[in-house]
T-cell receptor
């Protein structure tokens, strides 16, 4: 199976919270990342978490890591229409030179 | 500070023709990556450079793809000859070095092979 998996699509209303989920298979993952990609643009690094942490908060973004279940989530509080984009989960392993392995992306649609 | 710069943004070529993409990483970044992003999928690594040395090119289809980073700064990725299945977005990224946790991406080159 795929190393990093995400659901394809999420739709929320403006002002609600969004939760995007990701699962990974490699227990030797060193860092886990969330990237945002808007149409026609490259990938923008939103946040990342070291594998020995459980949670990281950065303004409207909260990352939760359950290392036992190999589950990562990104919560966006007070979701805005400008948050509509594709969100990619990714992981790196130190023995792989910090090469990023990406999931397939979750398309977030925010309805006004 | 300028980010990772890629050119061209878009390229349309006929199959069997050659094509080249150019990337200028962030100044001072020693590690450079080329990723391939097919439609509806996440990026996949093609090649990673540490300075001018290609340290991981295991995913690069070497029969038709080649890359270089002669002076350890700019890089070019070439396809010769291009096939219909090469239509995708080619992303370049850079980081300070291989131990650094943050990689920054360019806007990509969207290639269409007809």
């Amino acid at each position: 199976g795929e190393d990093v998996e995400q659901s394809l699509f999420l739709s929320v209303r403006e002002g609600d919270s969004s939760v995007i989920n990701c699962t990974y298979t490699d227990s030797s993952s060193t860092y886990l990342y969330w990237y945002k990609q808007e149409p026609g643009a490259g990938l923008q690094l939103l946040t990342y978490i070291f594998s020995n942490m459980d949670m990281k908060q950065d303004q409207r973004l909260t990352v939760l890591l359950n290392k036992k279940d190999k589950h990562l989530s990104l919560r966006i509080a007070d979701t805005q229409t400008g948050d509509s984009a594709i969100y990619f989960c990714a992981e790196t392993r130190r023995q792989a030179g910090n090469m990023l392995t990406f999931g397939g992306g979750t398309r977030l649609m925010v309805k006004p | 500070e300028a980010g990772v710069v890629q050119s061209p943004r878009y390229k349309i070529i006929e199959k069997k023709q050659p094509v080249a993409f150019w990337c200028n990483p962030i100044s001072g970044h020693n590690t450079l990556y080329w990723y391939l992003q097919n439609l509806g999928q996440g990026p996949e690594l093609l090649i990673r450079y540490e300075n001018e040395e290609a340290v991981d090119d295991s995913q690069l289809p070497k029969d038709r793809f080649s890359a270089e980073r002669l002076k350890g700064v700019d890089s070019t990725l070439k396809i010769q000859p291009a096939e219909l299945g090469d239509s995708a977005v080619y992303l370049c990224a850079s980081s300070l070095d291989q131990r650094n946790t943050e990689a920054f991406f360019g806007q990509g080159t969207r290639l269409t092979v007809v």
